[in-house]
């Protein structure tokens, strides 16, 4: 066999395959989301924006024991009786994502108050699986990413989230994670 000849074969065949193929225009996350999870992003935001201050007790979600975490880091954590393959489908990304949540650029209290509400909204509509985009601060030199150093003691707290871990590099990678809601009522 000659080896050029195979190579010219390969390389046919390679470009009849990914013909109609067109190149990615974007590297990011696509956090679809449907027009009434926009809507509320938007109240979200306009609310924290007029708001001074977060009343930590509504809410329900305390900023204690907030860790710096670094941008590359994984998030995992589950509940102690949730069931294995459940766990593992979750971290392999094998569970659909229902709805996401973009914090980029919000402040510290309105991504506490958006992650509220998604999380809710989310149960209430009957979501098994969401998708959060917290970031990684990589575009603030020598900083650590605030938002999802927050966003991993916060999903703890939530009586709503069985499981989350550090989504799959097509959805965001360690910028993002995948969150495991309660279904039953």
């Not at 470009?15 to 509320?40: E, H, I």
Request: net charge negative; charged share 25%; glycine share 8%.
């Amino acid at each position: 066999m000659n080896e050029e000849s195979d190579f010219a074969d390969d390389q046919q065949l390679f470009q009849q395959m990914m013909q109609g193929v067109k190149r990615l225009q974007d590297d990011r996350a696509d956090v679809r989301q449907s027009p009434a999870l926009t809507a509320l992003n938007a109240r979200l935001r306009q609310q924290a924006a007029q708001a001074e201050v977060v009343d930590l007790a509504e809410i329900g979600l305390s900023d204690g024991q907030v860790r710096p975490i670094n941008p590359g880091d994984e998030l995992h954590f589950h509940v102690p009786d949730l069931p294995l393959r459940s766990w593992k489908a979750l971290v392999r990304g094998d569970l659909p994502w229902q709805e996401g949540l973009d914090l980029h650029g919000m402040t510290i209290e309105a991504a506490r108050a958006a992650l509220v509400d998604f999380v809710r909204e989310g149960r209430q509509r009957g979501f098994k699986c969401l998708l959060l985009v917290h970031g990684k601060s990589y575009n603030r030199e020598g900083e650590l990413p605030s938002i999802k150093s927050h966003v991993a003691v916060w999903l703890k707290q939530m009586t709503d989230v069985l499981a989350f871990t550090s989504a799959r590099p097509a959805d965001g990678g360690t910028g993002a994670v995948y969150i495991l809601l309660r279904t039953k009522k």
